[in-house]
């Protein structure tokens, strides 16, 4: 019986000990806290995208690429069915200044305009 005594004061002191303790409470929201975001957002985070997408592009204008040239491995462009549109032998993304078809790369008029045009 003790024992529960001693056992019970101790929980009760230690309950009361907690409930008076003072907790940190959370700090006051003063409604500002999204204007640091807001603010490096629209200076700091714009800028290196368009900084980034200015250097992409004006490193792009510097060189132009060769097309490398083109080894009919029998295991790339593999086609078991026709696509459904177009004439069914190029994807839907196809560039014809990149990419090759099964056969080999084509000659497309839009490389065949720009070889032309400055003879005019």
Known sequence: MA?????????????QDF???ERPQDPPHKGG?????KK??????????LMAAAYTYM??????HERPEFVKYP?????SKRYPWG????????NCEVNALPDGYEDCEKCDDDEAAPSE
Request: aromatic share 16%; with cysteine; proline share 2%.
């Open 3 to 15: 024992q529960s005594t001693v056992f019970r004061r101790l929980f009760q002191t230690t309950v």
């Open 40 to 49: 490096l957002v629209f200076l700091v985070g714009l800028p290196a995208v």
């Open 75 to 79: 295991y790339l462009r593999i086609r």
């Open 59 to 64: 490193s792009h204008q510097r060189c132009h």
């Open 33 to 37: 806290g999204y204007k640091i975001y």
């Open 87 to 94: 004439d069914g032998n190029r994807t839907f993304f196809h």
């Open 19 to 21: 409930a008076k303790c």
